[in-house]
């Protein structure tokens, strides 16, 4: 996993305004199976935590392998930031 500098900065400010250290990536029930969620969260127990640039991140084990090739960026949509994963590619549903 990568960060570009702008997703660290956009990160490390929401850090701060929620009084959090850690960027959680785990999964949920979904539909068709799990789907990736993301939330300024602490770490779980099972979870492995990295520091990418700087930022804590802790990773739900089942999650790994398909965020091991992403990229986290940043976007701006109608003067809005919010946080892209480049790379990642989940299943398609059923």
């Known amino acids: 996993m990568n960060m570009t500098e702008q997703a ?3 990160i490390q400010q929401a850090m701060v305004e929620n009084a959090v250290d850690t960027i959680r990536f785990y999964s949920v029930a ?3 199976g799990s789907s990736l969620a993301v939330a ?3 770490a779980e127990e099972s979870d492995l935590v990295e520091i990418i640039d700087e930022v804590k991140i802790a990773i739900q084990p089942e999650m790994k392998e ?3 090739n992403v990229t986290i960026a940043t976007e ?3 003067g809005e930031l919010s946080l892209v994963l480049e790379g990642y590619n989940p299943s398609a549903c059923c």
């Open 8 to 10: 660290k900065t956009y």
């Open 40 to 42: 300024l969260q602490p």
């Open 76 to 78: 701006e949509d109608n």
């Open 66 to 68: 398909e965020l091991s």
């Open 30 to 32: 979904g539909c068709c």
